[in-house]
């Protein structure tokens, strides 16, 4: 397997900083910002997001996770045993602005699945939608409001974003898989009930 680094931790940094400011000018303080990432990895960015905001606005911003597996489209297609994450949306989102965090925008069918999963957890005022990496052809009609690198991946390769909290360091490559394998080979969150 082959390894490209597209964004090293340095440049990752900035990017979520850069991120973070576009998301804290987008209004006021007052909005009732809430940050939700889903899982996994969009989690982890959303907590760092959320702190350089907190930063931004000298108060605290509210933070959430959501894991979509059992609202995807395909949850009867992705095994026997899917794994499934944790759920924490402790703060009322009706109202409120919220903004979802995801590590890779790529169909658009994990998007699709988180709506469904937050409207379950008030109406809220807003929604917003972050991601670190935007890698196109989508599926359906959904775009970020904030992105933090467009790429375009060829045939046979697939993101891997990672954090420190899951992987032991934060950066973004780009991966082939064997050529042998190449047409098969599908990332560990797709098998495992979350796409790109």
Do not use: W
């Amino acid at each position: 397997m082959e390894k490209h680094t597209i964004m090293d931790e340095t440049e990752m940094g900035r990017v979520l900083d850069r991120l973070a400011q576009e998301i804290h000018d987008a209004s006021s303080k007052d909005d009732g910002l809430v940050i939700v990432g889903i899982q996994r990895r969009g989690a982890e960015l959303a907590e760092r997001i959320a702190h350089s905001v907190a930063e931004l606005r000298g108060k605290p911003v509210p933070t959430g996770s959501l894991d979509i597996s059992l609202y995807r489209d395909d949850f009867g297609q992705i095994g026997p045993r899917p794994v499934i994450g944790k759920t924490d949306v402790a703060t009322d989102i009706t109202d409120r602005r919220v903004v979802i965090v995801d590590d890779v925008l790529f169909t658009g069918r994990t998007i699709r699945a988180a709506l469904h999963e937050l409207s379950d957890f008030g109406r809220s005022r807003r929604i917003e939608l972050c991601v670190l990496v935007d890698r196109g052809e989508r599926q359906l009609p959904i775009q970020a409001d904030y992105v933090g690198k467009r790429i375009e991946v060829p045939e046979g390769q697939h993101v891997s974003v990672c954090v420190p909290e899951l992987d032991g360091e934060l950066c973004v490559s780009l991966v082939t898989a064997e050529s042998q394998n190449a047409q098969s080979f599908r990332p560990p969150e797709r098998v495992n009930g979350k796409e790109e």
